[in-house]
C-alpha cells in the first residue's frame, strides 16, 4: 500500500485532482466527506459541536449549518481551533478505518484541506500539492462558487501560505491555467504512483 496525502489551497483544484485519481483506481479517503460524516444529525461529534457553539449552529431540522458555523469560526481563530479539537481527531480515526480496509497493492490517496496547518506530511509516503496562485483562487472561489470577495479572503487567510504548502510537497500539480492541462499532470503523477507500488 502507498499512502499519499494530496493537498492545495481552497480554490486549488484539489477535489478535481482527487476525482481524477479515483477515476484511475486510487483509494480516496476525503477528510471534508468525513469531516461531514462525523457531525451527521444524531452524532456525538454533532453534540459536541452545539456544546461548544449553541444551538444557533444548527439547522430548522436539526442539521449542522455550515454556512453559519463558518462565519463564526472563519472570523475567530480560538473558535477554529475548538472546531477542530473535535472534528480532527473524529476525521482521523475514520480515516485509519478506511485506509485499513484498503488492499496491499492499493494506492489510498489521503484528500486533505488542512495537511500543511496540521502537519500531518509526516503521515505520507509521498505529499502531492495542487496550486494555483492567490489571484487564480480568488476568482474560482467568487466567480465559481459565489463567495463574496471578503468572505473568500477570510478563507484564504485561514489557511497555510502558498509558501507553505509548497515547502512540504514532493510533487506540484500547476492548476493555475484551465482544466484541460490538468488532467495530463494527474495522469502522469498516477503513473509515477503505480511505478513505486509495482504496478
Known sequence: MLKVGLTGGIGAGKSEVSRLLASYGAVVVDADKIAREVVEPGSPGL????????????????????????SIV?????????????????????????????GPDDIVIHDVPLLTENGLAKLYELVVVVDASPDTQLDRLVRLRGMDESEARSRMAAQ????ERLAIADVVLDND?????????????????RERVGQ
Not at 497555510?160 to 509558501?163: F, G, S
Open 74 to 102: 472563519f472570523a475567530d481563530p480560538a473558535g477554529l481551533r475548538a472546531l477542530n479539537a473535535i472534528v480532527h481527531p473524529l476525521v482521523g480515526r475514520r480515516s485509519a478505518e478506511l485506509e485499513a480496509a484498503a
Open 160 to 163: 497555510a501560505t502558498r509558501e
Open 47 to 70: 453534540a459536541a459541536v452545539v456544546a461548544e457553539f449553541g444551538a444557533e449552529v444548527l439547522t430548522g431540522d436539526g442539521a449542522l449549518d455550515r454556512p453559519k458555523l463558518g
Open 177 to 193: 491555467g484551465p482544466l484541460e492541462a490538468l488532467e495530463p499532470q494527474v495522469k502522469r503523477v498516477w503513473q509515477q504512483l
